[in-house]
């Protein structure tokens, strides 16, 4: 812009010496070429960007992390969110997408072994601890896990064959010998972390099994009940790593070094999730930490 202004002035000098016409319409042209150049690069050039493909259940604090990370740097991320293997379905199929970032490790296990990420590279972002969510105030009296099996109780869960929330659900059930008691009163499966919560804050069921960020999504619409120590067989965390399709390694690299610098990790701990292993622990001392589960062959009696 100061070039432009300055051309303007050495042009208004210039009429007063030289009055040929010609002169000033020679002049003239090469101001209105060189605006038009000044402008066009001005509409392309483009603010720098990457995308990234989520996993829901890291939503809240991922749209108010890119944000900050953009006031900080200048780089948008474009958040994509829905189920974890969704996510990973549409990047395998569009061969696009920086980042890949599910709602638990298994998914990852999944993404490298598709050859999307480098083995071994994900960071881990916060953690994640299961829990059975009710209605405000427990109507239900919903105390246990095997209250979920209740006549009358209707039970809404994330579908585990691409919702990593969902997976969860079904690991527990197995684990605890309640997949077929329990499995009776699932009435509907979600298709993202996100819509798994929504289910109870819009008052479709009366329980979840779900996260225990979700009370800090939506606050006074669901209480958590904590699942005791031995029902817990794993402890889920939020990974994230670079894809092969990445056009742009670097900037992709220093938002991940963000989500887990202190002003990272801020963001999350504010929306209640756990940012250590210690902390994670003290919900279940003896689950095993990330991992991977796969449905049982009798998961597919229970869909409906």
């Known amino acids: 812009m100061k070039f432009v202004l300055y051309f303007i002035a050495s042009l208004l000098r210039r009429s007063y010496i030289f009055a040929s016409p ?8 090469v101001f209105l070429i060189t605006i038009s150049c000044f402008v066009g690069c001005s509409i ?3 603010s720098p960007e990457i995308a990234a493909f989520c996993g829901a259940a890291s939503k809240p604090a991922m749209e108010e992390a890119a944000k900050l990370f953009q006031q900080k740097t200048g780089v948008s991320v474009l958040l994509n969110f829905g189920g974890s293997g969704t996510m990973l379905s549409q990047m395998k199929l569009t061969k696009q997408g920086d980042l890949y970032i599910p709602g638990s490790p298994d998914y990852m296990v999944m993404a490298e072994r598709d050859g999307i990420v480098e083995p071994g590279n994900a960071q881990k972002i916060a953690y994640l601890i299961p829990t059975i969510v009710v ?15 209740k006549s009358g109780v209707e039970l809404g869960i994330g579908n585990p064959e691409t919702v990593c929330l969902g997976l969860y659900a079904v690991e527990i059930l197995e684990r605890n010998k309640l997949l077929d008691v329990v499995g009776k009163n699932i009435v509907t499966y979600a298709e993202s972390c996100e819509k798994t919560a929504t289910l109870l804050a819009l008052k479709s069921v009366d329980a979840i099994i779900g996260w225990d960020v979700f009370p ?7 209480d958590n009940i904590y699942l005791k120590h031995e029902q ?3 402890i889920a965390y939020i990974p994230a790593a670079i894809s092969k399709f990445s ?3 670097v900037m992709a690299q220093q938002f991940l070094e963000f989500l887990v610098s202190k002003d990272g990790q801020k963001i999350f701990s504010k929306w209640g999730y756990l940012s250590s292993e210690i902390e ?3 919900f279940a ?8 589960y796969k449905l049982p062959s009798t998961y597919s009696t229970l869909v409906r």
């Open 216 to 222: 800090s999504w939506n606050p006074g619409t669901m």
């Open 285 to 292: 001392p003896d689950a095993q930490i990330g991992g991977e």
């Open 44 to 46: 392309n050039q483009k």
């Open 22 to 29: 010609k002169f000033l319409l020679l002049n003239l042209l």
């Open 247 to 249: 056009k742009d390694d």
């Open 135 to 149: 209605q405000p105030g427990n109507p239900q009296n919903i105390l246990e896990l095997a209250d979920l099996g």
């Open 232 to 234: 817990i067989p794993r």
């Open 280 to 282: 994670a622990r003290k």
